[in-house]
Structure formats: structure tokens, C-alpha cells
């Protein structure tokens, strides 16, 4: 932390100080600058903050009042902030970033202006790879666990940047397809921390190409957010003729009401509001475009002039998937899908809560299956926990390549993602913390995993009760950990799953490492039948059930075998017929080094 925060006083300076005095006016003071004349004094917070003081900061609510002219590429917005002290010590100053284009006005604690500095951080969490961090000098240190809230204004323009991505290198267009967040006309969209930063966070600043850092820190965003009370009220001020036809805020769509100008060189204001709402695994976002709307099932498809023509492939796709969707999660989505076109048919996907903000290019019925099998899952199932939206939306997925392609094909997709989760998982649990399922950060936990904690709860409990328990899940319920655990028991499960969910939901173990060690196959007492006795181990540190299946040149026998973390075990299995193979794990259980585990007998040996 403390390196952290040398680097940042090389890298950035206090740009200027600015306060309020009784009478409302402010001052501002440049450090450079000595020709202008100095305001009243003001109490002389720090220039940049320190890492612990940003990590110590918990957002708990906000409240937006949002004016934007998109014709200027501007943003104007004043909030009411709530924050709380998440340390265990006294919090003497409060820092607070926005992106680098946008400029701190106006801050005030308890109806009062309060002086403040302003630091440039750089950081790779806003696409102009640099943050303006206001740093507060509190009157009184804020105690552990208690909160303030701050009245904010801030302005500026938001604008395509590529500056980060150039920084390490990527070519152009590249960068430009992957940050096209911007305000304008035709298309606003500000994804916010880790693309945008258009609202306050508190946060350490990351530089790309610092391993996973960057990714880390934008999961570690998003999960402090959950539960985080948001409301805002929305205002767009546009040329007439050019007015926003749909606005989308944390992945909902907002209505607007419109109010045109009384001639052409009047603008047209519209105007949107989201009451009480609540924010789950989410960085905050805001989307506002003009586009066509097309209606398919369960979903609506808001798309560019030039794209019409390809439109049908996703309607076609949505009316596929939904009955496959229907008979696993029920009948009735909780929502309906957006799908919201981007500017450029090469700009990269980006998806948070049912909405899916994309290119609507034409591609092969496969492609739009798997795409919508996927997005349209969301619509069932929004939690506010990552590893049950992110993890079920990519076990539909699997799903849906099953159903059309086959087991095979969907577990070697399942496993062209396991060695990434092979890399970062814990050896063992003294080499590191991992990341349980109910607190991950890292998308391949909450994707990845999650999406083989899936997977193995079918051969546990059944298609059926997997089901079941999705169908009952409801987002406004699940006030604790283990809610989805105790959905699958009151879903018909009466085997203790317990164990499971210890190892591989509400902590980290890390992956198992099965292996056959010996197989010792004996004639059985009834004629052409083996008893197939068959060695198991486990040298990881989390335990699982494993299928164990013996082939014989008549027919084949499955069992599932509980193999405890760091433990042999010897399964008997009565085959019909003699013997020729032994296989353990089937590809649904993710393991460090391989997924399934052969050994073939030589049938030409007696037993």
C-alpha cells in the first residue's frame, strides 16, 4: 500500500484546492500559480490519500440527479452520497475518484461546504488510464462502522478514449472496439468502474498489465456494491429531432417521457427515473441511444438502421432457446432481455443484469442459439450473488450445446476454461486464500466454477430437484449464504449435500487430483460376472464425489464414489462380462491437472 501510494505522489500533483466561505462563494487556490491572489484560508487536507484510507471507504447509497447533453458529449451531476468506514480505525480523510474528464465542483458534509484537494491518480480503472481523486479532511474522524453521507457536484465530458490501451500497446482499432464507452448523439454509454468512472469510488489505483490486478480490483468494485441502495433521476437535454428513445440503468430499462421544444431550435428534454432500487454484483452503468425496437420472445432488440436486415436470425434464436429455458427455470421469466446495439459492428459485448449491449451482426443459427441460450438466462435468474447469475447463465449455456451437440462437446467446452482455473486456484490451502463462490471477485471463479458446481449438483441431486430449486429461487429471498443450498433440500433432496457446499461453494479448497492407482478385477459368483476392485485417490484438498465406471465388452457400470480430501478409497464394482476399462471423473469435475482418468485391462489376462 505504502508503495502504492510513493508512485502515485511521483506520477500525480495537487491540481488546486477549492473551498466555500459563509457566504457561499468559492475560492479556489493553485499551488503554481502565484500571481493570483489567495482566497481565505482553509484547512490544508492531504494532497493524495493513502491506500488504506480508499479501501477503508464503503459506498452505501446513492442518490443521482443526472443532466446530460449529449450533443456536447457533457455531464452534469450532483449526488447525495452515503459512505461508511469498513476499517477498524478512525477515518480522518474521505477520497473520493472520478474519471480524469471529469471535474469536482462542490462538496458539502452537513449543509456546509467543506475544502478539498484535487489529485491525479493514474489508474487503469477509467479509460483515459487516470482519475481526479478528491481528498476531504473530515472536522471529525470518522469511527469504525459509522457512516456520513456528502452532497457532490461534478461535471465535465465524456468522450471515446483510448489512452490506456495504447499505453501497453494495442493497436487502434482494437482499442477502440474494447473502450467505446462516450456520450453523444446517436449513443451514450458509460459502463462505469473499469471503464468509466462517472460516479464516486474509493478505489486503489491499478495499471493493466499488473497481472489480474485491474480485474481484481473492478470484481472487489462490484461485490462491496451489492446491496448498496441507487436511485436516480435522469434529464437529457438534446438537439430537436434527436431524442434518446431508450435509456437502460443498471441493466434495466428506464421509460422516458418527453418533452419537445416549441420549434426546431428549442432543444428536446427527456427525462427517466429508477426509485429504490438496489444494486447487486454490479458496477453502476447508464445506457441511452436512439435505435429501432423489434420485439422477440421474452426480449426486445433495439438496433441500428444498417442492422435491420439481420434482426430475424436473433428473433429466430430467442423463440429456439426459450422452450429449453422454460423447462428448466419455468415459465415466466422474471424480466424481459435488452438487447441494445453498440456504434460499431466490431465493438466487444458487454452484459450486466437482462441486458446484453452488442453488435446485432448476422451469424450461423448456432452462434445466435448459444448467444441467446446464455443472455436470456438472465432474464430468469438475476441475483445479486455473481456465482448464481454469472455461474447459471453459463451452465444454460453448456446446456444448450448438450442438447444440440451432445455431452462431449459441452464438457470440452467446459474444459477449454478449466486450466485458467487450474492456474489460479490454491495448491493447497496454506498456499493461498482462493476465493469462495459466495465472495469471488474473478470472473473465473464465478463463471468457470461456478458453472462445474453446476454440473457435478446434477449427478448429485438430479436434474429434477437442480430444477426445481431454480425455478423457487427468487432474488428478494435470498438473504444468506446457503439460501440456494436450502432450496435444493426443500426441492425433494434428502442426501446430506452439505459437505458439497462447505468445500465448493462457502470456501476454497482448491481443486481435487483424482487418480487411479490399481485395478484388481476377480471372476464374481455368478457365471461371465467381475468384481472389480478399483484403488482411488485424492491428493487434493477438497473432497468430492467422483463417478467411477468399469467397461466391459457387454456393458458398463457407473457408481459415484465420495473420495475425502487427502485419502485413498477402494470401490467394488460387478461388471457382466470381463473387464477392459476403468474410468474416474467424467469431465464434470474441474481438476488441477485432467478432468477424466483412464486404465485400460488387458482382457487377455485371466483374473
Known amino acids: 500500500m505504502q508503495e502504492t501510494q510513493k508512485n502515485q505522489e511521483k506520477k500525480g500533483k495537487v491540481l488546486y484546492s477549492r473551498s466555500t466561505d459563509e457566504n457561499g462563494q468559492t475560492t479556489d487556490a493553485t499551488p503554481t500559480d502565484a500571481n493570483k491572489t489567495p482566497g481565505p484560508p482553509a484547512p490544508k487536507p492531504t494532497s493524495t490519500a493513502e491506500d488504506a484510507e480508499r479501501t477503508a471507504v464503503a459506498y452505501t447509497g446513492f442518490d443521482f440527479d443526472v443532466r446530460l447533453r449529449p450533443a456536447e458529449s457533457h455531464i452534469a451531476v450532483r449526488a447525495l452520497i452515503t459512505v461508511r468506514n469498513d476499517s477498524k480505525t478512525p477515518l480522518a480523510h474521505l477520497p473520493l475518484q472520478l474519471s480524469s474528464t471529469l471535474d469536482w465542483e462542490q462538496i458539502r458534509l452537513n449543509g456546509t461546504s467543506t475544502p478539498f484537494t484535487i489529485g491525479v491518480l493514474n489508474s487503469d480503472a477509467d479509460h483515459t488510464g487516470q482519475l481526479h481523486e ?149 458496477a453502476p452503468s447508464l445506457f441511452i441511444a436512439i435505435r429501432a425496437s423489434h420485439s422477440a420472445t421474452n426480449s426486445i432488440i433495439w438496433t441500428r438502421p444498417e442492422s435491420n436486415d439481420n434482426v430475424t436470425g436473433w428473433i429466430n434464436a430467442a423463440s429456439e432457446v426459450t ?56 432474464a430468469w435468474v438475476m441475483s445479486p450473488r455473481a456465482w448464481l447469475s454469472e455461474g447459471v447463465a453459463h451452465f444454460m449455456g453448456t446446456l444448450w450445446i448438450e442438447k444440440q451437440q451432445g455431452r462431449e462437446r459441452a464438457l470440452a467446452t467446459l474444459d477449454n476454461a478449466r486450466p485458467a482455473l487450474a492456474i489460479v486456484e490454491p495448491e493447497s490451502p496454506g498456499a493461498g486464500d482462493g476465493q469462495p463462490l459466495t465472495s469471488c471477485i474473478s470472473p473465473v471463479y464465478y463463471r468457470t466454477k461456478a458453472a462445474y458446481v453446476f454440473w457435478m449438483l446434477r ?120 473387464p477392459t476399462e476403468v474410468r474416474l471423473n467424467n469431465g464434470t469435475i474441474p481438476e488441477s491437472q485432467s478432468t477424466i482418468h483412464s486404465k485400460t485391462l488387458d482382457i487377455t489376462t485371466k483374473p
Do not use: C
Open 134 to 282: 478528491a481528498v476531504v479532511t473530515l472536522p471529525t474522524a470518522l469511527a469504525p462502522g459509522a457512516s456520513e453521507q456528502l452532497d457532490v457536484t461534478y461535471s465535465g465530458t465524456v468522450a471515446e478514449s483510448v489512452k490506456r490501451l495504447q499505453a501497453i500497446g494495442t493497436p487502434d482499432d482494437v482499442a477502440s472496439h474494447s473502450d467505446w464507452d462516450r456520450i453523444t448523439t446517436d449513443f451514450t454509454g458509460l459502463r462505469g468502474f473499469g471503464n468509466v468512472v462517472w460516479y464516486p469510488v474509493s478505489s486503489v489505483p491499478v495499471i493493466l498489465g499488473d497481472g489480474a490486478r485491474l480485474f481484481d480490483e473492478i470484481g472487489s468494485h462490484k461485490l462491496h456494491l451489492a446491496g448498496t441502495h441507487f436511485r436516480l433521476a435522469l434529464t437529457i437535454e438534446s438537439p430537436a429531432g434527436f431524442a434518446p428513445n431508450i435509456a437502460v440503468v443498471n441493466g434495466h430499462p428506464v421509460p422516458l417521457t418527453e418533452t419537445r421544444g416549441m420549434d426546431a431550435s428549442v432543444a428536446t428534454v427527456s427525462t427517466g427515473k429508477v426509485e429504490d432500487g438496489v444494486l447487486g454484483f454490479e
Open 459 to 578: 449427478d448429485l441431486v438430479s436434474d429434477a430437484t437442480l430444477s426445481a430449486a431454480l425455478r423457487a429461487y427468487d432474488p428478494s429471498k435470498d438473504s444468506a449464504p446457503d439460501s440456494f443450498e436450502k432450496l435444493i433440500e426443500q426441492a425433494g433432496q434428502r442426501r446430506n449435500i452439505g459437505w458439497f457446499f462447505t468445500d465448493w461453494v462457502y470456501t476454497d479448497k482448491g481443486l481435487p487430483d483424482l487418480a487411479i492407482e490399481n485395478v484388481f478385477p476377480s471372476s464374481a459368483s455368478v457365471p461371465g460376472s467381475y468384481l472389480v476392485a478399483v484403488n482411488l485417490a485424492n491428493n487434493g484438498y477438497v473432497q468430492v464425489e467422483a463417478p467411477v465406471q468399469v467397461i466391459s465388452a457387454n456393458t458398463s457400470v457407473t457408481q459415484h464414489v465420495l473420495i475425502p480430501a487427502r485419502s485413498k478409497s477402494v470401490q467394488r464394482i460387478l461388471v457382466q462380462g470381463h
Open 323 to 378: 422452450p429449453f429455458l422454460q423447462s428448466w427455470l419455468g415459465v415466466q421469466p422474471r424480466s424481459q432481455l435488452t438487447i441494445l446495439e453498440l456504434p460499431e459492428d466490431g465493438d466487444i459485448p458487454f452484459e450486466t443484469g437482462a441486458m446484453l449491449a452488442t453488435p446485432v451482426r448476422a451469424a450461423s443459427t448456432e452462434v445466435l442459439d448459444g448467444v441467446l441460450a446464455h443472455a436470456l438466462t438472465h
